[in-house]
């Protein structure tokens, strides 16, 4: 649930990897807005979100949600997640660049009614492969591969593994503007899905950047070279495929819990490697959805604050 839900269901909300910042590879080995840019519909689903941080680094989060009211059901619903993602591969040769990452999530999930979610304990998985081509030094052209698997990891059903597909081109017209124009396909939300999109990226000075596409927003302005501010607004949530039993049967179910972040977070550079950060952000708009043989229930959950510490090493 995270920017970060980087799995195809969380309708990209959060990818794996948070690429967020691939521009000069070759100096810092960071990945733009892209990712997040090109899908104007999510967050990383995750993968975010904030989406995806520098892929030259090793970051590890902890965020809490507060408890919320599930409308219609007398239950409440509030979580725990760990997270780390890590890359583990990246070449350069001529105009190609590749590079690929894993990001791991583990969710206590709080739920006060297990008849409708009987799990404590949920899991996430995503690799995210990275290519991108340099045409000249104004467009670029992009590609992501991201497979997820999603549940209690206990007993996996074939639903549990879902893709995304991204292909784009990133055309620079001055300095400090570029426009991002692509297409997504991803499977895992009810019928698979194709999306074409459209965003920018801005620099209004040398320490601040704007990033606008739909639903996703995200300013960023570093006070010195130790303190950055992080504002953003973008979808975030999952899809876990999950197995136990209900009713005395034992039942495969699909279960989708996302909503609207509105966050801010400060990132602290300690030195050249090492930076913590932490932050707070309010969900709106939010929303439960379980599918199974016996139900498929649709709610809205009210909104509620987040909490997030996080530490990330950079290469």
Known sequence: MHDSDLSADSFLCNLPLTIE?????????KFHPIISILVPFFCNVAFG???LSELASVRLSYESLSERAIDGANAEIGSDQWEIRAPFFYKESGDWKIAAGVRYQSTRLEVSD??????DRLHSLDL???LSKSQSDSLDWLFLFNP???GDFENLGGEAMNYLTLAGAKWKTSDRFQWIFG???TTGIGDDLFVPAIGFIWEPSEVSTFVFA???LRYSYAFSDTITLNLGGQFTGNRWNTEAIYGGNLEERNFRFRSYRLSANLEWSLDEHHSVFAGFGYEISGELEIESATLT???EVEDGGIFELGYRYGF
Not at 21 to 29: A, D, K, L, R
Request: no cysteine; proline share 3%.
């Open 297 to 299: 229930s649709d709610r």
């Open 21 to 29: 910042e691939f521009e000069t590879m070759e100096e810092e080995m």
């Open 49 to 51: 979100q904030e989406g």
């Open 148 to 150: 997820n698997l999603a």
């Open 214 to 216: 739909g639903p996703i």
């Open 114 to 119: 297990a008849n409708l979610i009987d799990e």
């Open 183 to 185: 297409a997504v396909y």
């Open 128 to 130: 995210a492969i990275f």
